[in-house]
């Protein structure tokens, strides 16, 4: 969505990253109706900002839009706490580096949850989540897991087109 910025005329490229969103969501955790219209919430919520943006939209329809995004937000703040439960409820991590990549989708997916579709401002300290015993960090770009026994993990979301996508950890040495 970063990638796509506010421009209007990039809609097509924000409908695409949501879609590449689910089908990744779908590869690793599996497919929920509940995150599903979250992204969809999120990306209507970013074209009516956008819109709204627009000097020449009328007073009508301006005030159309606002009532529309209070309902939106209501409405996320609901599918939110489903999701959450939906993310409690994953199967505990496998075994070696397939345990790490669960813990890095479980503790990335914890985060972004926590910021879906909010407008604050990023803090100066990267986010982090625990995962059992693993520490998971959102540098942007990538994730970090450090897990109990010292070990830290570079980790990286992956998309495969027309295949979905996952969760690809590297030890840092």
């Known amino acids: ?32 109706r509940e995150f ?4 969809d919430l999120d990306i209507r919520k ?25 309902k939106i937000d209501e409405e996320i703040l609901s599918l939110k706490s489903i999701v ?14 397939q345990q790490v990549e669960s813990v890095a989708t479980h503790g990335m997916l914890k985060l972004a949850l926590d910021k879906f579709s909010s407008s604050s401002a990023r803090a100066i300290d990267a986010p982090s989540s625990w995962v059992d015993q693993n520490l998971v960090t959102d540098l942007g770009s990538f994730a970090t897991v450090r897990t109990l026994d010292g070990q ?4 990286s979301v992956y998309s495969i087109a027309e295949q979905g996508g996952g969760m690809r950890c590297e030890p840092i040495k």
């Open 1 to 32: 969505m970063q990638h796509a910025g506010s421009v209007p005329e990039r809609w097509p490229d924000r409908q695409q990253a949501g879609g590449a969103l689910k089908d990744i969501i779908t590869a690793t955790v599996g497919s929920s």
């Open 84 to 97: 959450r439960e939906q993310v409690a409820a994953m199967p505990a991590p496998g075994e070696s580096r």
């Open 36 to 39: 599903y219209r979250l992204v």
């Open 46 to 70: 970013r074209e009516f900002a956008i819109t709204m943006r627009d000097s020449h939209l009328r007073a009508d329809r301006t005030q159309e839009m606002k009532d529309e995004l209070v």
């Open 152 to 155: 830290t993990y570079r980790c």
